[in-house]
């Protein structure tokens, strides 16, 4: 199970959305660090044991797609999976995200249904199913 | 200008729906415009008792904003459909949203906070509404959403406005499509824009 997880969006409500659905979906017990853009969501994944970011993709300052880039590029971070939840995604941008290394794209609004199944899955991949 | 056809209303309808069947927790009803102008001018219903709380809105809502003003949230849809999008919701049932997602709170809820709800239903509810007119393929886009109390942004002629019933208040939903979508941004520069 994921202990420590990042939401970065720049709607105070969206992350509220997003802690809700990972809260229903089994995560009651983690420990929610939330970032208002992407930069915000950087430093704390540098400086954090954070093991899951779910992030935005329209964002101030840093948009999620820079996010995902330097997170992936960073030694520190690069390992740490990334869900995006957007409004904005279609299939060209999501193939854009998941070839720069996002686990997955989900299209608000998201549910906690949608987002259990995402991290079932994710939970299978031999490099963090032992999280 | 262009006309707002079946479909499109089909599809604004079912996003809303959907929208805040999701985010909100809220079952839906859509009104005749005749319906919605009786609730609205019905005594009691959806007005501000002037003391402690919102007639028709339950107790335990103490702490909600003692306003019943009106929270508006307008988006633009840019590309490739040109239009707009305004939500107005009583700043009561806006306060009850917030409640609902962020839990009681002890103080009113901050005017930013249900300015970013209802920002964010707007965002979410527009993003569904262009997919389901669009090729799943083609790339989109939307304005930031622009929020204010009182009087919302005057739409293009010809735009179009729907009524919902959330548990006795009313939300409209007006939209208006045309390839001059911009809505008069120079009147919305004294309110706050969501980045």
Do not use: H
């Given at each position: 199970?994921?202990?420590?997880?990042?939401?970065a969006?720049?709607?105070?409500?969206?992350?509220?959305?997003?802690?809700?659905?990972?809260?229903?979906?089994?995560?009651?017990?983690?420990?929610?660090?939330?970032?208002?853009?992407?930069?915000?969501?950087?430093?704390?994944?540098?400086?954090?044991?954070?093991?899951?970011?779910?992030?935005?993709?329209?964002?101030?300052?840093?948009?999620?797609?820079?996010?995902?880039?330097?997170?992936?590029?960073?030694?520190?971070?690069?390992?740490?999976?990334?869900?995006?939840?957007s409004?904005l995604?279609?299939?060209?941008?999501?193939?854009?995200?998941l070839?720069?290394?996002?686990?997955?794209?989900?299209?608000?609004p998201?549910s906690?249904?949608?987002?259990?199944?995402?991290?079932?899955?994710?939970?299978?991949?031999?490099q963090?199913?032992?999280? | 200008?262009?006309?707002?056809?079946?479909?499109?209303?089909?599809?604004l309808?079912?996003?809303?729906?959907r929208?805040?069947?999701?985010?909100?927790?809220?079952?839906?009803?859509?009104?005749?415009?005749?319906?919605?102008?009786?609730?609205?001018?019905?005594?009691?219903?959806?007005?501000?008792?002037?003391e402690?709380?919102?007639?028709?809105?339950?107790?335990?809502?103490?702490?909600?904003?003692q306003?019943?003003?009106?929270?508006?949230?307008?988006?633009?849809?840019?590309?490739?459909?040109?239009?707009?999008?305004i939500?107005?919701?009583?700043?009561?049932?806006?306060?009850?949203?917030?409640?609902?997602?962020?839990?009681?709170?002890?103080?009113?809820?901050?005017?930013?906070l249900?300015?970013?709800?209802?920002?964010?239903?707007?965002n979410?509810?527009?993003?569904?509404?262009v997919?389901?007119?669009?090729?799943?393929?083609?790339?989109?886009?939307?304005?930031?959403p622009?929020?204010?109390?009182g009087?919302?942004?005057?739409?293009?002629?010809?735009?179009?406005?729907?009524?919902?019933d959330?548990?006795?208040?009313?939300?409209?939903?007006?939209?208006?499509i045309?390839?001059?979508g911009?809505?008069?941004?120079?009147?919305?520069?004294?309110?706050?824009?969501?980045?």
């Amino acid at each position: 199970m994921f202990q420590t997880i990042i939401i970065a969006d720049d709607s105070a409500t969206a992350r509220m959305v997003t802690k809700r659905c990972l809260e229903i979906a089994g995560y009651q017990q983690a420990i929610f660090l939330e970032a208002r853009n992407g930069a915000e969501a950087l430093e704390i994944a540098k400086k954090s044991a954070a093991d899951l970011l779910v992030t935005d993709l329209n964002m101030p300052e840093m948009d999620g797609t820079t996010l995902l880039k330097r997170i992936k590029a960073s030694p520190r971070t690069t390992d740490l999976p990334v869900l995006v939840v957007s409004s904005l995604s279609n299939p060209a941008k999501e193939a854009e995200l998941l070839a720069l290394g996002a686990f997955a794209v989900l299209s608000k609004p998201i549910s906690p249904a949608v987002i259990a199944g995402i991290l079932g899955k994710l939970m299978e991949q031999p490099q963090w199913g032992q999280l | 200008m262009s006309d707002i056809s079946r479909e499109m209303e089909a599809a604004l309808v079912d996003s809303v729906s959907r929208t805040m069947e999701d985010m909100a927790f809220e079952q839906i009803e859509q009104l005749s415009e005749a319906d919605a102008k009786a609730i609205l001018e019905a005594p009691q219903m959806g007005n501000f008792d002037g003391e402690n709380s919102y007639a028709g809105l339950g107790e335990g809502l103490m702490c909600l904003p003692q306003s019943n003003e009106q929270i508006w949230a307008a988006l633009n849809l840019i590309d490739p459909i040109q239009g707009e999008i305004i939500i107005e919701v009583p700043q009561g049932y806006a306060a009850m949203m917030t409640e609902s997602l962020f839990g009681p709170a002890d103080d009113p809820y901050a005017e930013d906070l249900l300015r970013d709800a209802l920002a964010e239903v707007l965002n979410t509810l527009a993003g569904l509404f262009v997919k389901a007119l669009i090729p799943s393929s083609r790339e989109y886009s939307l304005g930031f959403p622009a929020t204010g109390t009182g009087s919302s942004p005057n739409l293009q002629p010809g735009a179009k406005t729907w009524y919902f019933d959330l548990s006795g208040q009313i939300m409209t939903v007006t939209m208006s499509i045309g390839e001059f979508g911009e809505f008069n941004l120079g009147a919305v520069t004294q309110r706050e824009v969501i980045s």
